[in-house]
């Protein structure tokens, strides 16, 4: 079984920066593509970020390109959400989840487990 635990959100300033962690068990972490998708009241669950599993290929929405970066560490079992110049637009609850393959996608069908979420809030 996979677990997935997001931390780092907060209440942040338009322009700021952020960095969201998640820290990941289960034997499959080092062979699976991992994601970041986000989530505002109401509204589908998007893909913001998406990561190999070997950290070698990246993937990102135009609404985030150039700001945001993903990263993990397979030896600590980490993935993180480098986050930059913030706009009130990217408030929403964030998730970790971990891909059934090993290239990055940004399908969510292709994502089997999910973290909690963390919340991030850009203020204006």
């Known amino acids: 079984q996979v677990h997935l635990v997001e931390s780092g959100g907060g209440l942040v300033q338009t322009g700021d920066s952020l960095r969201l962690s998640c820290a990941a068990s289960g034997r499959t972490f080092s062979s699976r593509a991992m994601g970041w998708f986000r989530q505002v009241s109401g509204k589908e669950r998007e893909f913001v970020a998406g990561?190999?599993?070997?950290?070698?290929?990246?993937d990102y929405p135009d609404s985030v390109k150039g700001r945001f970066t993903v990263s993990r560490d397979n030896g600590k079992t980490m993935v993180y959400l480098q986050m930059s110049r913030l706009k009130p637009e990217d408030t929403a609850v964030y998730y970790c989840?971990?891909?059934?393959?090993?290239?990055?996608?940004?399908?969510?069908?292709?994502?089997?487990?999910w973290g909690q979420g963390t919340q991030v809030t850009v203020s204006s």
């Open positions: 989840a971990e891909a059934s393959m090993p290239g990055v996608t940004t399908s969510r069908s292709r994502y089997n487990f």
């Open positions: 990561i190999d599993y070997s950290g070698g290929s990246t």
